[in-house]
């Protein structure tokens, strides 16, 4: 692979010769020359700038310079078997340098041409000319900021993909876990020996000799790193590369990956507002046929629907104290998802009459504490199994401990369908514990219900 980098700096591409690239270069892997664009010029004073067409601050490079300056350097190359240049043009207004685009590179360039502009950039039509008689041109940036010339641009360039080069990494397998790799995320934070250092210790995982438990830490850790640091990855993850605890972490983290998805997507769950009552109450009428019970006629079920499950009940529910009601929101800012929770006043009980455990047992422990009611839970069902459920329970768990505050032992309770086994195994899986049973009548039918009570404050 060989770079010709053009610059009115030629001499700051000595950093060239460190290091691995500079190594590269003594055992012919690479061949980096670095030219100086004033060689091509005709006059006396060697300008290559001029006033920007139009008016405007600053100078342009001048395309005819450039012209010769590149033509020769492709003639350097131009007819070798196999030989495939493409012009590396370094620009804040370039498409942002990725690892894939320099993997390309590293496979299918012979040669790199790397054009260093200075002042206000290049005259647009070098970068028009060699594309239209077929050369590739990269017009690339290194982010978001601006520098004042390619040349830093053009040493990363070199050093991304030339690092790339079959021969050049000591050990291949460090290629495939780091960041911007193929697992798409960033990469896990790393230590070291001494054991201890300022008072922080390395987690002590990495040190257990548990192979297993250590990639899983890491792969946690690389998960919430690129959660915090780069959305954008997030947004670009392939859901089949996903197991079960990645999607759970994904879910701690505000990302679901509903069935059908392509990409996690990023999910808000929050206490419900004045302007999200009537979808409230349309998920509430759409969901609740799902868990109710077989032997309720459509037309009761209807009857409930109408009669506590409308916009007047929800506005009710949200404007009062006694009670939470939580939204799960898709980034179109649908509701998809919501809880109801009745808090009771002090240190009460919430739902005496309707069947609270008070004199339940839970983790082998007589109940003490207040009594909490989850109400209502529901998911629309094109999200169940996305961790949906996971990640609105935890927000309406995090927003009622904001409510209990003092309270001692705070528990949380609710009766589900007795023959809802979907509905009961969601609830295991969320910390609760079956307590017992109610009975109560609906249209001069008794029914059973099962009741679940968990510690509120619990992980
Ligand atoms: Cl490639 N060039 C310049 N001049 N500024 C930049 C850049 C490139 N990438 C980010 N900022």
Redesign the pocket.
């Known amino acids: 692979m060989r770079f010709d980098i053009v610059s009115v700096f030629p001499e700051f591409f000595s950093v060239l010769d460190l290091s691995l690239v500079g190594k590269a270069q003594e055992r012919g892997i690479l061949d980096v020359q670095s030219h100086d664009l004033r060689d091509w010029t005709d006059d006396p004073h060697r300008t290559v700038d001029d006033t920007p067409a139009g008016g405007g601050a600053g100078m342009v490079m001048r395309p005819d310079i450039w012209g010769t300056a590149i033509d020769s350097l492709m003639e350097s190359s131009q007819g070798r078997r196999g030989s495939r240049t493409i012009l590396a043009i370094?620009?804040?207004s370039?498409v942002p340098?990725t690892q894939r685009t320099c993997e390309r590179l590293a496979q299918e360039a012979s040669q790199i041409i790397i054009a260093c502009?200075r002042y206000e950039?290049i005259d647009a039509r070098v970068s028009e000319h060699y594309s239209s008689v077929g050369i590739e041109v990269l017009e690339?940036?290194?982010?978001?900021?601006?520098?004042?010339?390619?040349e830093?641009?053009a040493v990363?360039l070199v050093e991304a993909v030339g690092r790339l080069l079959p021969g050049m990494v000591g050990n291949p397998e460090s290629l495939v876990e780091e960041s911007h790799g193929a697992a798409g995320l960033l990469e896990y934070p790393v230590y070291t020996r001494p054991q201890t250092w300022r008072e922080q210790a390395i987690p002590p995982v990495l040190t257990s000799g548990n192979h297993g438990v250590t990639a899983r830490w890491r792969r946690d850790r690389a998960i919430e790193k690129t959660a915090a640091r780069r959305p954008d990855m997030m947004r670009q993850l392939d859901s089949a590369s996903l197991d079960k605890l990645d999607k759970r972490k994904l879910a701690s983290l505000g990302w679901l990956v509903p069935a059908q998805a392509d990409h996690p997507v990023p999910m808000n769950a929050r206490v419900a507002r004045a302007e999200d009552i009537a979808s409230v109450a349309e998920l509430a009428a759409a969901t609740f046929p799902d868990a109710a019970p077989d032997y309720l006629s459509d037309v009761s079920i209807q009857a409930f629907i109408a009669e506590n499950l409308t916009p007047d009940t929800f506005t009710t529910y949200i404007h009062s104290p006694d009670w939470l009601t939580m939204v799960l929101v898709d980034p179109c800012g649908r509701i998809v998802g919501y809880t109801l929770s009745l808090v009771p006043e002090s240190d009460g009980v919430a739902g005496r009459d309707e069947g609270a455990p008070v004199d339940a047992v839970v983790g082998n422990k007589a109940r003490k504490g207040p009594l909490v009611e989850l109400s209502k839970f529901y998911i629309a069902e094109s999200w169940r199994g996305s961790g949906a459920s996971t990640m609105l329970f935890n927000a309406t768990r995090v927003a009622l401990l904001e409510r209990t505050g003092e309270w001692e032992e705070p528990y949380l309770w609710l009766g589900t369908n007795a023959r809802n086994k979907r509905a009961q195994k969601a609830y295991k899986a969320l910390g609760f514990e079956r307590v017992g049973k109610r009975t109560f009548t609906v249209g001069e039918q008794d029914n059973s219900d099962v009741v679940f009570a968990r510690l509120l404050r619990m992980a």
């Open positions: 370094p620009t804040p370039g340098l502009g950039g690339y940036s290194l982010g978001d900021y601006v520098l004042n010339g390619g830093v641009a990363a």
